[in-house]
């Protein structure tokens, strides 16, 4: 059975195909910097988006048209399966990821849900055997039902805490049978919505002890996967405890996590936290702390999480910049955690919006890769910072001078040359990188 039978596989076409099935520009063995375009950007595809999702709403009910629409329980989560592998195949997907209840249906109890999910997982593995396409990440979903509703490792109940670690400890041993990747924590409803009536230190530490018991169960499973945080500053709750990439790296330390942890660094949370994404992904890398993204877009004149595919080519480059100054994402990937618009609910939409969100990394990709051959903006920060290269520079920027000497320094400065910061003429310039690829 084909569930996509009208779509064929998609190819690169180059840059003026008119094939609306076609990239323009994401060419998987095309080398940039010495390595595939595939090796690089490690493309995954949210199965929760595109093959869970209906184009709901909090204002209306859901309009996706999809092949699958008439099944039900675990009959529609064996051909969303099926649906799945045959889009990887079309879309040349190298990677995917999901969370526990959007490939199984949840049962009454934890041990019915498991059963359910053994079943699926089962098959996901049967279909890995002759698909390239490879687990790039899960995670437990700990936000949906009601019993979340007070968080999950940060519930005020101690058995929905249980709950939580009952639903980690089976997430890790379905990440080991499908050989996941990574492993993502996405504190979905890890927060609170009032301090009146939250003890925030409890949830904090028993957090963190959850994440303790994650790594030691990890490691007694032999499971190997690199552990992510993904920050989110709110939505669901008023203030996620994951806030920023700053703020939960101040936590990874307070519990003595930060070498078993690095970050998954999405887009759209990153505007939400009011900040842009080059910035998440820059505080990320100054760490030694990024590893993987969740390659989306918001709306900022909306102001929540959109989810929207990015096509914004503006922030892939700077993405992109900051992902190859890291020396790539090693084991973490590009995963579209986004959704077709709930107007594009046709079936054929999934492929235009992927289609659209793998061209817009690769131009991101070539025009990064570019401007770093040229050591463009090296040159500006070496020139901008080259004060700290005469001897007091040096000094300051090697911790070995003192107030007294600098005041000797500054006493009788007069007339310091400040220079201008020239950020206009740096746009400029990008604007000619990004028309010239
Ligand atoms: C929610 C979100 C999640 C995580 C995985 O905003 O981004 O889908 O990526 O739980
Ligand atoms: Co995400």
Not at 228 to 244: G, M, N, R
Not at 341 to 359: K, P, Q, Y
Request: aromatic share 12%; charged share 25%.
């Amino acid at each position: 059975m084909s569930y996509f039978k009208d779509i064929p596989k998609v190819t690169y076409e180059g840059r003026h195909a008119s094939n609306p099935y076609a990239f323009k520009f994401y060419n998987p063995e095309e080398q940039v910097g010495g390595q595939s375009m595939k090796d690089i950007l490690r493309f995954g595809i949210a199965y929760w988006h595109t093959f869970t999702g209906d184009g709901g709403d909090p204002f209306g009910s859901g309009t996706a048209q999809r092949p699958w629409d008439h099944l039900k329980g675990m009959d529609l989560a064996k051909a969303r399966v099926e649906a799945a592998f045959e889009f990887f195949e079309k879309i040349d997907a190298p990677f995917f990821c999901f969370h526990d209840v959007d490939v199984a249906p949840e049962g009454d109890t934890l041990r019915e849900s498991n059963k359910n999910l053994d079943v699926i997982v089962n098959m996901i593995k049967d279909y890995m055997k002759d698909s390239k396409t490879k687990l790039l990440w899960n995670t437990a979903n700990m936000f949906t039902n009601p019993r979340w509703t007070h968080g999950a490792g940060t519930s005020s109940h101690a058995d929905v805490y249980a709950y939580a670690a009952g639903k980690i400890k089976k997430g890790l041993e379905v990440g080991k049978e499908l050989g996941a990747e990574n492993y993502v924590f996405w504190g979905g409803r890890e927060g609170y919505e009032s301090l009146l009536n939250t003890d925030m230190k409890l949830e904090q530490q028993n957090l963190a002890n959850l994440y303790h018991m994650a790594i030691d169960y990890a490691k007694e499973l032999n499971f190997d996967a690199q552990f992510l945080i993904e920050p989110k500053p709110k939505e669901p709750t008023t203030h996620q405890y994951d806030f920023d990439v700053a703020t939960a790296t101040a936590f990874l330390h307070q519990y003595d996590l930060q070498d078993h942890f690095k970050f998954n660094i999405e887009a759209n949370h990153a505007t939400l936290a009011g900040h842009t994404f080059e910035h998440e992904l820059r505080v990320a890398r100054d760490s030694g702390m990024l590893g993987s993204v969740d390659a989306n877009q918001g709306d900022l004149l909306l102001g929540w999480d959109t989810d929207e595919f990015p096509t914004d080519l503006y922030a892939t480059t700077l993405a992109m910049y900051e992902i190859l100054k890291n020396g790539g994402l090693g084991r973490g990937g590009l995963n579209f955690d986004a959704k077709v618009r709930r107007g594009s609910f046709e079936t054929e939409d999934l492929f235009h919006a992927h289609i659209a969100g793998m061209d817009a990394f690769a131009v991101g990709l070539k025009v990064a890769q570019k401007m770093i051959d040229d050591n463009f903006f090296e040159t500006i920060v070496d020139q901008r910072y080259q004060t700290y290269q005469t001897e007091i520079g040096q000094k300051i920027i090697a911790g070995q001078t003192d107030l007294k000497e600098l005041e000797a320094h500054a006493i009788d400065l007069k007339d310091i040359d400040v220079r201008s910061g020239q950020v206009e003429k740096i746009k400029a310039r990008i604007n000619q990188y990004l028309l010239n690829i």
